[in-house]
């Protein structure tokens, strides 16, 4: 099956031009030394050495992977377009790919004139961001607008018989727990990787810089724990949202407290930037995947909203234990 792109991949040439260049340099200051500076202090004196050609690798290789997590952004983001809006998003990949190429050609330019430290290279960085982004805010300004249809659209799901259960349950005066979950495969996975990367760079950067390595192996471990996604749970008198292995508790909501209800399309990128832990426009919202969920307003004023993938379920459970429409 082809896969049909909606937004156009010409809107990324400022950061593949970019990076092209850089490989191009590259290339021609081939053969590079065995041995030199690697990595400097914040004054640009080295403090660590190794291999430049490996070095170099890992400048161009995050480059790229920028750029390709850039095009999956903008995709999104045009999937999720219901009209024509500027996607800041898309300058990304020309600010991380202008920033790594930009010291990459500078890190070459050092090596090439054998000097004893590496200032930071701001002037190299200004024209390879600067422009790249300036580049990148133009071709956005003249990106087409095109309308993404899903599929065929499916009508309202017919809850009739489980609320009715719920009623049930709610009459007899026996327990209501309602349970659902978003764990979507890109989150577990991105949960194990990152972790995993981290765990590696803190047992290498252990014997250098110990306090860099604790941190490291701090920021793994709490991605580690954000396996298994979001967990919510409705009962008679709370709605609590947890998250990963531990059920780390995120959101505590009382149902007594609890004054509307709505169930919400939404632009995941366009209305919030993202997916996870999301604040926007006095709302707290909390999803990993899809575009509904069901918004809720407390008599304090503070709004939520819960990430589902059956949002009419999960209204109305809250509904018919709080009694607010939806």
Same mark, same amino acid.
Request: aromatic share 10%; net charge positive.
């Given at each position: 099956?082809?896969?049909?792109?909606?937004h156009?991949?010409w809107?990324?040439?400022?950061?593949?031009?970019?990076?092209?260049?850089?490989i191009?340099?590259?290339?021609?200051?081939l053969?590079?030394p065995?041995?030199?500076?690697?990595?400097?202090?914040?004054?640009?004196?080295?403090?660590?050495?190794?291999?430049?050609?490996?070095?170099?690798?890992l400048?161009?290789?995050l480059?790229?992977?920028?750029?390709?997590?850039?095009?999956?952004?903008?995709?999104?983001?045009?999937r999720?377009?219901?009209?024509?809006?500027?996607?800041?998003?898309?300058?990304?990949?020309?600010?991380?790919?202008g920033?790594?190429?930009?010291?990459?050609?500078?890190?070459?330019?050092?090596?090439?004139?054998?000097?004893?430290?590496?200032?930071?290279?701001?002037?190299?960085?200004?024209i390879?961001?600067?422009a790249a982004?300036l580049?990148?805010?133009?071709?956005?300004?003249?990106?087409?607008?095109?309308?993404?249809?899903?599929?065929?659209?499916?009508?309202?799901?017919?809850?009739s018989?489980?609320?009715?259960?719920i009623?049930?349950?709610?009459?007899?005066?026996?327990?209501v727990?309602?349970?659902?979950?978003?764990?979507?495969?890109?989150?577990g996975?991105?949960?194990?990787?990152?972790?995993?990367?981290?765990f590696?760079s803190?047992?290498?950067?252990?014997?250098?810089?110990?306090?860099?390595?604790?941190?490291?192996?701090?920021?793994?471990?709490?991605?580690?724990?954000?396996? !298994?996604?979001? $967990?919510?749970?409705?009962?008679?008198?709370? @709605? +609590? =949202?947890?998250? *990963?292995?531990?059920?780390?508790?995120l959101?505590?909501?009382?149902?007594?407290?609890?004054?509307?209800l709505?169930?919400?399309?939404?632009?995941?990128?366009h209305?919030?930037?993202?997916?996870?832990?999301?604040?926007?426009?006095?709302?707290?919202?909390?999803?990993?995947?899809?575009?509904?969920?069901?918004?809720?307003?407390?008599?304090g004023?503070?709004?939520?909203?819960? !990430?589902?993938? $059956?949002?009419?379920?999960?209204?109305?459970? @809250? +509904? =018919?234990?709080? *009694?607010?429409?939806?």
């Amino acid at each position: 099956m082809k896969l049909k792109l909606v937004h156009p991949l010409w809107t990324h040439a400022p950061a593949l031009l970019v990076l092209l260049i850089a490989i191009v340099f590259t290339a021609r200051s081939l053969p590079l030394p065995g041995q030199a500076p690697v990595h400097f202090d914040i004054n640009g004196q080295p403090d660590g050495y190794g291999s430049p050609l490996i070095n170099s690798i890992l400048l161009l290789g995050l480059s790229l992977g920028f750029l390709l997590l850039s095009t999956w952004l903008d995709e999104l983001w045009a999937r999720q377009e219901k009209r024509k809006t500027f996607n800041w998003i898309s300058l990304f990949d020309e600010l991380a790919v202008g920033d790594l190429c930009g010291i990459q050609i500078a890190y070459l330019n050092m090596l090439a004139s054998s000097a004893k430290g590496f200032p930071f290279p701001w002037m190299i960085l200004a024209i390879t961001c600067g422009a790249a982004i300036l580049l990148a805010v133009l071709l956005e300004l003249v990106r087409p607008y095109r309308h993404y249809q899903k599929g065929p659209v499916k009508g309202p799901e017919d809850i009739s018989a489980f609320k009715d259960g719920i009623n049930a349950l709610i009459k007899s005066g026996r327990p209501v727990r309602y349970r659902e979950s978003q764990n979507p495969a890109y989150a577990g996975a991105l949960a194990v990787i990152v972790a995993l990367v981290m765990f590696v760079s803190a047992y290498f950067t252990w014997s250098p810089i110990p306090w860099l390595s604790v941190l490291l192996g701090i920021i793994g471990i709490s991605f580690l724990l954000t396996y !298994g996604g979001f $967990r919510t749970v409705v009962t008679r008198d709370t @709605i +609590s =949202l947890k998250m *990963g292995l531990l059920a780390i508790p995120l959101v505590r909501l009382k149902t007594a407290e609890i004054v509307s209800l709505q169930v919400l399309t939404f632009s995941p990128l366009h209305d919030f930037g993202g997916y996870g832990i999301r604040f926007n426009a006095g709302t707290q919202a909390y999803y990993l995947q899809g575009d509904s969920g069901v918004k809720i307003g407390m008599a304090g004023g503070k709004k939520y909203l819960i !990430g589902s993938d $059956r949002p009419e379920r999960l209204a109305a459970v @809250i +509904s =018919l234990i709080t *009694g607010q429409s939806y």
